[in-house]
């Protein structure tokens, strides 16, 4: 079974859309946390990469933010994607090499986000019906306030 079924695949199995891109959150310490552990594959969550306290948020309080100087999307390539859909059933494709990275100033929010829509477009067939897949990684910072930065990176 080639990359593209074995996608196409874990997709329709475990219900999840098809992703292309991984975040990274920089530290002022000089260290990193990844969506995807290099090493073994498993999912970081991203509140953890954003805040001290999962617990303060769900109260409704907002947690210590850690000292994040940046923010980014990266590709997956392939063998992440092999890794990611062995170790969490996510669906990954390689298929960009865009990149975007964000500076976040010590006041600045990080913003992250994808938007999921369903495509037969390459993917999706008949038997599978559409594909879900990830087409807009949006990046930025100080969303909702006049210093708004969003940028996009469209798979098509």
Not at 19 to 32: L, N, R
Not at 83 to 90: A, T, V
Not at 126 to 139: C, M, V
Request: aromatic fraction near 10%; charged fraction near 30%.
């Amino acid at each position: 079974m080639d990359l593209v079924d074995q996608v196409i695949e874990t997709s329709t199995r475990y219900s999840r859309p098809i992703i292309t891109h991984f975040w990274i959150v920089e530290y002022k310490d000089g260290t990193a946390l990844p969506q995807f552990d290099p090493e073994d594959f498993h999912e970081n969550e991203y509140w953890r990469a954003l805040s001290e306290s999962h617990d303060q948020w769900l109260a409704g309080e907002m947690p210590k933010k850690k000292d994040i100087i940046a923010i980014g999307w990266y590709p997956i390539n392939e063998d992440l994607a092999m890794g990611i859909m062995k170790e969490c059933g996510i669906p990954c494709l390689p298929v960009s090499d865009k990149s975007k990275r964000v500076i976040i100033e010590e006041d600045e929010e990080p913003y992250l986000m994808r938007e999921v829509k369903y495509s037969y477009s390459g993917l999706g067939t008949q038997q599978t019906g559409p594909a879900k897949i990830a087409h807009k990684y949006k990046i930025g910072k100080n969303v909702g306030t006049p210093y708004e930065i969003i940028y996009i990176i469209e798979i098509t």
